[in-house]
């Protein structure tokens, strides 16, 4: 027994992953050391020219002086804060983007990274992004992965150089916001002092204003440190 078995007309095909393209969108003015939010360095990314892509994550390499100098960082599209993360993880900078940033399709948007700057006067700070594989993002339309298209240049989004005085004054944040009536020697704040004088320097006398934001409580008086 033969026989012949027809089935419905197939056609085997392939779609083009969408792409994201990155590129520099300028230099930043140099921020001051204890700035906080300060522009650390701007990048575009044009969108792709079929669909809309949703941009989930991205990973920043920086040079040796970026861990140290800033924290608390943000990720802005325009003035809107997309994502956060407070640390680098060595010379790594991640941004997780909850539930998916969508890049529209032929849009070119320029974003920003700002971050506080705590250390590194005199650094110059750099980031870049290392390789394609550090953008995860996916098509809108089937599902796919999207690629990332990377700038090729040195140092594609700018440099910043920490500016800094002589004697600089920068605030560490405390996790104290209440105090007890019935406590003494409270610590209410912290700074650290950087020294770039180019020599050993004295300090004499420094002052501090304390403010009271409410209740009843009242400041006493006491000499300058």
């Known amino acids: 027994m033969s026989g012949v078995v027809r089935g419905a007309t197939m056609k085997v095909g392939s779609v083009d992953a969408p792409k994201i393209t990155f590129s520099t969108a300028g230099n930043v003015t140099n921020p001051n050391l204890g700035a906080k939010a300060a522009d650390i360095f701007k990048f575009k990314i044009q969108g792709d020219s079929n669909e809309d892509v949703v941009l989930h994550s991205i990973t920043f390499e920086g040079n040796s002086d970026a861990e140290d ?5 943000e990720l802005l599209e325009g003035n809107k804060v997309v994502a956060t993360t ?5 010379d ?3 941004f997780d983007i909850d539930g998916g940033l969508i890049i529209a399709e032929d849009k070119n948007l320029t974003y920003t990274v ?3 700057v705590v250390a590194g006067a005199g650094d110059t700070i750099t980031f870049d992004i290392d390789a394609a594989l550090d953008v995860s993002a996916n098509s809108t339309k089937f599902g796919l992965g999207a690629s990332a298209v990377l700038p090729t240049t040195t140092n594609p989004f700018g440099s910043i150089v920490v500016q800094a005085g002589e004697l600089t004054f920068v605030e560490v944040t405390t996790i104290i916001d209440e105090v007890r009536s019935d406590k003494d020697n409270v610590v209410l704040g912290t700074f650290k002092v950087s020294n770039q004088g180019g020599e050993a320097l004295e300090m004499q006398k420094f002052g501090a204003n304390i403010t009271l934001a409410n209740g009843g409580a009242t400041v006493g008086t006491t000499a300058p440190v």
């Open 86 to 90: 407070s640390m680098m993880v060595g």
């Open 114 to 116: 700002r971050a506080d």
């Open 92 to 94: 790594y900078l991640t």
């Open 69 to 73: 100098a800033l924290m608390n960082f």
